[in-house]
Nanobody, 126 residues
Framework: QVQLVESGGGLVQAGNSLRLSCAASGRSLSPFNMGWFRQAPGKEREFVAGISRNGGNTFYADSIKGRFTISRDNAKNTVFVEMNRLKPEDTAVYYC???????????????????WGQGTQVTVSL
């Protein structure tokens, strides 16, 4: 069992940056693919970014590509997403997720992930 706890959310003005962290406990994150998702009010949960077990491969949603960077520190059992040039449309609850690698090899669907954090609120104002 893996417990995931997100932190780093808050209220920021458009154009500024935030760094979200996802700390794991219960077992090592090393075997897991990791992802960040977000859910805005009235919308479905959507993929933001994903990273492979060793950090060698990263994947991003088109809406945030070039502004967000996902990374991981397996020694610290933590995953990060650096969010730059934030926009009001980035406002959402952000969730961290861990998934055992699957034959599909994809990162984009919530079905690829087995463990989820409780989320952290990010609000971007004009």
């Amino acid at each position: 069992q893996v417990q995931l706890v997100e932190s780093g959310g808050g209220l920021v003005q458009a154009g500024n940056s935030l760094r979200l962290s996802c700390a794991a406990s219960g077992r090592s994150l090393s075997p897991f693919n990791m992802g960040w998702f977000r859910q805005a009010p009235g919308k479905e949960r959507e993929f933001v970014a994903g990273i492979s077990r060793n950090g060698g491969n990263t994947f991003y949603a088109d809406s945030i590509k070039g502004r967000f960077t996902i990374s991981r520190d397996n020694a610290k059992n933590t995953v990060f997403v650096e969010m730059n040039r934030l926009k009001p449309e980035d406002t959402a609850v952000y969730y961290c997720a861990a998934g055992w690698p699957r034959l599909s090899g994809t990162f984009y669907s919530h079905n690829e992930y087995d463990y989820w954090g409780q989320g952290t609120q990010v609000t971007v104002s004009l």
